[in-house]
């Protein structure tokens, strides 16, 4: 989830579904609950003279969101919403506690590990146990990092870079 200046990626628009205007989404936001009817959200590029969308109604199809917005009248509409992205002002984000970050605070982060620059942080893949860092090293190759606590010594957001101490192999 990238911010993008002052806004962060919430939603992806996947397919118009039906003749109403409906489409299908990808929710990619930590809190699915901010897709209620009423919300606004900021499209990636405008659609139909609209740089804003509000939402009319929302359920869930298949695994997948299935959104109304009230400015999209019908399919072809719809269909115009392919592939746009849906975003939020980074102010409807609430903080986390101390030492806790949302991805897309983590994404585009310098990875440093004893004062050499390794790469930066293009990824972060949800598990079960912990998230994995995804570090682009600078020669192009990729390396996984498991979020622990043993290995991710120190994340500053304001000064963009994360310390870490990589465990022999890695």
């Not at 983590?106 to 994995?132: C, K, M, R, S």
């Amino acid at each position: 989830m990238n911010a993008n200046n002052d806004k962060i990626l919430v939603g992806a628009l996947i397919a118009p579904h039906g003749i109403a205007g409906c489409v299908t989404a990808d929710c990619l936001s930590d809190n699915p609950l901010r897709f209620h009817a009423g919300a606004v959200f900021f499209l990636d590029e405008p659609v139909l003279g609209h740089r804003t969308l509000s939402l009319k109604t929302a359920s869930t199809h298949k695994g997948r969101l299935l959104l109304k917005f009230a400015e999209i009248p019908d399919r072809n509409a719809a269909e115009l919403l392919r592939g746009r992205k849906l975003l939020v002002s980074l102010e409807e984000v609430p903080p986390l506690p101390e030492g806790e970050y949302y991805q897309f605070q983590i994404i585009g982060l310098n990875v440093l590990e004893n004062g050499q620059e390794l790469g930066q942080i293009i990824d972060v893949l949800d598990y079960t146990a912990n998230d994995i860092y995804v570090l682009q090293r600078k020669d192009g190759s990729q390396t996984l990092i498991p979020a622990l606590k043993s290995i991710v010594k120190k994340i500053d957001i304001q000064a963009g870079c994360m310390e870490v101490q990589l465990p022999p192999g890695l």
